[in-house]
């Protein structure tokens, strides 16, 4: 092991340690210190470039100042050392020759000890020997990172089932890009615990959430436009300008395609990969049709469901499956799929501009997906049983969203209109009767909260700025 990368890796094994300047704290910090306690290994996964060792940097720093850790029992470890991999690539038992020199004793002596490892996929195996110091009892609470999912998450599947707390790490959500701008952020806590059924949705409560979120209403639509373009990649959304923006998300793109995809897709299928990428993007919100995508694209049906599940795999997609009654009948009917990030979707499509959402008729789904995705981000971060799908009959009535939890479901429709029209809500009155449900709501760019009573239900009008 090169030493020299260690210490630089570990400055609080020489004095006081300092995050960088202008790191924020995430929303699911919490949780993830929380996660620290629990005896499983953390596994902490997510899309490229969304702050996952940051995260595993801001978590030691929380060991050693709120916890008062001994800094001598922190280590993070990277294999990008070509030195350590090599290494431990000969004999993984070194590992602990390799600890115990750098706490100059037994390790069993110190108490418990807390190794962050990065890029922990890069040394073929060593995943099974975590499994084997984990399961013998060894006193090491485990903290694994790493950009490839795809390797990663195989590699975990194969030996940690059962013995791991997953911690996805997303885009920032507009909270997080309010404060890495330094601005003061509105707080849509209540709002979003109304929309995921984790409190109840009342007029009243809206009107005056409403009020509270009313000063705010300038900036959180300047942020929004800027999340509905570029997305909310941590750099991107550190980024001064748009054309700095749009350079990284290029970059981004490249990358993607360089480093995690080409070793797994055939070069000669590269360009098949990404134009399943276009075509996804083109059809955000739509029904997954893996035979259209094969006509389009002139491979195999088989080929396509591979690169769709790559996608999803390297956290670039979501599926959401339809809601049913029969399990069944969910698992036959085609998904929808979301992007995580709305940026990488758009310069997938050469969308540079805001306006062009709306000439392309973009703009509707650009706002259901955003939705979607902070709803899904919300039911994770509170760890909600809530689940989200959408809704969708032979007859083709459809909902946008359904939250579905045990004591109820609350359907959901997202629209990019300013005024309301009654065939806004046809879907959501079709649901509540099918479903006997009294509640709904309709999400547009409105100006203020409205309800709309028939037949002793209740559909809320949402005004996009508020979610």
Known sequence: MDENIFFLNNPWRNGTYRLPDGIIERDMFSHACTCLDE???????????????TLARQLIYHLLTVRQVSPATIFYLTFDDLSLRHELAASFPSFIKIIEKLLGGNAASFGRLWLFVDEVQKLPGFVEYVKSLHDSGYPIKWVLTGSSAIELMSQVRESLAGRVLHLPVYPFSEGE?????EMAAPDKKTVRAMLT?????????????????LPFRQDIERISDDILLYGSLPAVARAGDGERRLALLKNYRDTYLEQDIRGIVKDDKLWVYQRVMEILAGRTGDLLNYTGIAGQ???AVDTIKRYVSLLEKTFLIRELTTYSRNIRAEQLKSPRIYFTDLGIRNILLGITELALLDKLNLLGTSLENLVAERIQADLLLTRSQANLHYWRTKAKEEVDLVVVTPQMLLPIEIKSD?????RHIRGIVKFLTKETETKGVLIGRFDAVDVIRQDGREIFLLPFWMV
């Open 418 to 422: 300013r005024t309301y029209q009654k």
């Open 197 to 213: 059924c984790a409190q109840p949705l009342t007029e009243g409560e809206l009107r005056r959430q409403q009020a509270t979120l």
């Open 297 to 299: 694209t002139g491979v």
């Open 39 to 53: 005896p499983e290994i953390l596994l902490i996964t997510g899309l490229r470039q969304t702050g996952k060792s």
């Open 177 to 181: 890009v309010f404060r890495v701008r």
